[in-house]
């Protein structure tokens, strides 16, 4: 009898490893990898939803857009819109608010004197009064974005 009870152990330790490799084919490990996947999903709905990066037009990219809807060269829209640029801001150093139709307003604002804190401190800091420019969208813009 002894000698049936040694082939035995090794008969289980031959197909423990057969479970095991059978287990690994099996279901089983397709859950196991499910919540791989559950946890990778998160990750790819959140770069799915994640937005495409904004392009950043320039003003040379609207001469571009402009010259060809216009039949102007890029050079003359370039300069038309340059021009543009400077007149606003002219416009505004003296303090005169534009008002651009289906755009909105641009004026400037003063900013007064105040006390802040920093944040890495505590210790009041005082801000000195400055001017903003702020922008009002129309509510034509508003609805179209």
Same mark, same amino acid.
């Given at each position: 009898?002894?000698?049936?009870?040694?082939?035995?152990?090794?008969? %289980?330790?031959?197909?423990?490893?057969?479970?095991?490799?059978?287990?690994?084919?099996?279901?089983?490990?397709?859950?196991?990898?499910?919540?791989?996947?559950?946890? *990778?999903?998160?990750?790819?709905?959140?770069? *799915?939803?994640?937005?495409?990066?904004?392009?950043?037009?320039?003003?040379?990219?609207?001469?571009?857009? +402009?010259?060809?809807?216009?039949?102007?060269?890029?050079?003359?829209?370039? *300069?038309?819109?340059?021009?543009?640029?400077?007149?606003?801001?002219?416009?505004?150093?003296?303090?005169?608010?534009?008002?651009?139709?289906? +755009?909105?307003?641009?004026?400037?604002?003063? #900013?007064?004197?105040?006390?802040? #804190?920093?944040?890495?401190?505590?210790?009041?800091?005082?801000?000195?009064?400055?001017? %903003?420019?702020?922008? #009002?969208?129309?509510?034509?813009?508003?609805?179209?974005?």
């Amino acid at each position: 009898m002894p000698p049936a009870k040694k082939p035995a152990p090794a008969a %289980k330790k031959t197909a423990a490893p057969a479970k095991v490799a059978a287990k690994k084919t099996s279901a089983p490990p397709s859950k196991a990898a499910a919540p791989a996947k559950k946890g *990778a999903a998160p990750a790819k709905k959140a770069a *799915a939803a994640k937005p495409v990066p904004q392009a950043t037009i320039t003003l040379k990219h609207l001469a571009a857009e +402009l010259a060809e809807g216009h039949d102007l060269s890029k050079k003359a829209a370039e *300069a038309v819109l340059g021009d543009f640029v400077t007149l606003i801001t002219r416009q505004l150093v003296k303090g005169d608010k534009i008002r651009l139709n289906g +755009l909105g307003i641009l004026q400037v604002r003063d #900013r007064p004197a105040r006390t802040a #804190r920093n944040p890495a401190t505590g210790e009041p800091v005082e801000v000195a009064a400055s001017k %903003k420019i702020a922008f #009002r969208p129309a509510k034509e813009l508003k609805e179209a974005v």
